[in-house]
């Protein structure tokens, strides 16, 4: 029983318990003293076990609603590590395509009628969800531009997607519901990217008519060597622009190590105007916009 619940991410049904050979007493007096906890009618969670809270609630779907139920949207997103899904209502929520079933569901959960084709769906790590592609097909009828451009952006850099594949991902979502609303949204995706608040400073930027010329820019120091790399670029006006993200300096020596680079940066020969922006930051678009845009035109000897 054990083994079986490790190969489940810590989730097993009763069905399965009792063909283990667990009696119904020994399985109720198992959840009694909290050994294990009910995720969803007949389907329990075995405490102790490591396995990912996501993974987990949706293998306990899944074991609920049968081989048909697929995970999808935003929840096979993040199980494929895509980024740019940010916490807030709904985000919590388990979606899952089970043909047919579509009506009123219990909290926390999202079931979608949608008729998943076989070459778009697959196993990872023990759990039924949809390909990549397929995955940001759903994705973006399910969130906000700079979500969706985001999650687009993450899966394109860790080449879950290639940038070729996107016309095709956009034209097989004509007809579906929102599809023309997010329609312009894929050719606003780039790779290069290295993370939503990236993603998201870009926007804002070619929102406001001033998107940046390069990203990931390279600059070099007076020896000729490269000093590091500027998220977002206009080196026609020398100015240059760092997304330092929600948590940059988390782990151990990266404070010191970020200062140091972008310390390298700033001593380019090159004179480049360095903007430093955190993730609180984006509250405030108007300012970050009107800060680049006045460096954009300061005179670089000014």
């Known amino acids: 029983m054990r083994a079986l619940a490790a190969s489940q991410h810590g989730v097993v049904s009763r069905r399965q318990a009792a063909e ?8 109720t007096t198992l959840i009694s003293k909290g050994q294990w906890r009910r995720l969803r009618t007949g389907i329990y969670l075995v ?9 987990a609630r949706v293998m306990a779907v899944q074991l609920a609603y049968g081989p048909r139920a697929v995970a999808v949207g935003p929840t096979a997103a993040r199980l494929w590590r895509m980024q740019g ?6 985000y919590e929520h388990v979606h899952v395509t089970v043909p047919g079933r579509s009506s009123a569901t219990p909290i926390g959960l999202r079931l979608h009628g949608w008729d998943v084709a076989p070459g778009e ?4 790590k023990g759990i039924r969800l949809s390909t990549p592609g397929r995955t940001l097909r759903d994705t973006v009828l399910l969130t906000d531009r700079y979500a969706a ?3 687009i952006d993450s899966a394109l850099q860790q080449g879950l997607v290639t940038p070729e594949d996107l016309a095709e991902l956009e034209a097989a979502n004509a007809g579906r519901l929102g599809a023309s609303r997010t329609r312009s949204w894929w050719s606003q995706a780039d790779g290069r990217s290295q993370s939503t608040f990236e993603t998201r400073i870009r926007l804002i930027c070619t929102d406001a008519g001033i998107p940046p010329e390069t990203l990931q820019h390279p600059v070099y120091d007076s020896h000729g060597d490269l000093a590091g790399h500027a998220d977002l670029a206009w080196p026609s006006h020398g100015v240059i622009v760092e997304a ?4 940059p300096h988390s782990l151990p020596g990266a404070l010191f190590t970020d200062r140091h680079r972008q310390n390298m940066i700033v001593s380019s020969p090159d004179r480049l105007v360095l903007l ?12 970050i916009v009107a800060m680049i845009r006045s460096a954009l035109e300061t005179p670089a000897d000014g």
């Open 20 to 27: 283990c050979g667990l009696t119904s007493r020994q399985i």
């Open 47 to 55: 405490r102790g076990d490591p396995a990912p809270a996501l993974a």
């Open 85 to 90: 899904l940010l916490s807030g209502p709904g």
């Open 121 to 124: 769906t697959t196993l990872y």
């Open 149 to 151: 451009v985001s999650v």
């Open 244 to 247: 330092d993200g929600r948590d």
């Open 276 to 287: 430093r922006f955190t993730w609180s930051d984006l509250q405030h678009p108007r300012e």
